[in-house]
């Protein structure tokens, strides 16, 4: 495991992270089975995620009117203290984005909900008609294909300017690991085997609490508002972490 330190900045995924639903199996309706099986397969490395991206747009054609409904789902069911954490590291100083394969308006609810303003948010974007009809999407985006997390992932580092964490499920998410300074396999909604096995550090209970004491390297918060978040962050994380942070400290790890 890498040495941990306070870092300057947190990107989330959204999808399965900030929030407990796949914003795309949400939107398939009546092919729900199907969509489930292409984003699992993409989710899991099975196939690139190009090969599914698209074709399940297709398939669904979702509308305007649909899109948001999503945005409401997103909001409603995002992840136990994923707001307060959220706020925690903004009233720290720590820069906080949003990287996300999802639909860039739905995802941008999400971003808003949690204080964070649109310029923070990384999707992709979708088209439709003047009627809201589906009219595509944003093809090009990095972010609809494997390897685009890797390249959102450095303009964001280079952003941010200092170190960062990564906290995301899937594959696509693992892929931006090389650039991020510790990565975190967010599993409270969903185990992903092959990206559990890679990450830096595992959260497998329903709370994103423990981002905060990792963000902050395992160094006391900086405002007493937050402590009792940090002391419940610290707690959720495995025995092996906590005595990772105070090996990293200085101390004994006994």
Known sequence: MRRLRRVSGVVFDCDSTL????????????????????????????????????????????????????????????????????????????????????????????????????????AVGIHFHDDGTWAGYEARSPLARSGGKHEVMTLLRREIGGPVIMVGDGMTDLEAAGVADLFVAYAGVVLRPAVVAEADVVIRGLSLAPVLPLALGGEPARSAAVQDLYSRGLSLLEEEYRAFFTYSNGGNPE
Do not use: N, W
């Not at 796949?22 to 009546?30: F, N, Q, S």
């Not at 699992?40 to 074709?55: K, N, T």
């Not at 999503?70 to 307060?84: F, T």
């Open 19 to 122: 929030s407990a639903i796949e914003g795309i199996d949400e939107l398939a309706g009546p092919h729900r089975r199907e969509i489930e099986e292409l984003t699992d397969a993409a989710m899991r490395g099975a196939v690139p995620l190009e090969s599914v991206y698209g074709r399940r747009l297709e398939i669904i054609r979702p509308t305007r009117r649909q899109v948001e409904a999503l945005a409401r789902q997103y909001v409603e069911r995002l992840v136990p203290d994923a707001a307060e954490v959220v706020r925690a590291l903004l009233f720290e100083g720590v820069d906080v984005r949003i990287m996300s394969g999802g639909l860039l308006p739905a995802v941008e609810a999400v971003g808003e909900a949690l204080g964070l303003p649109a310029g923070k948010v990384s």
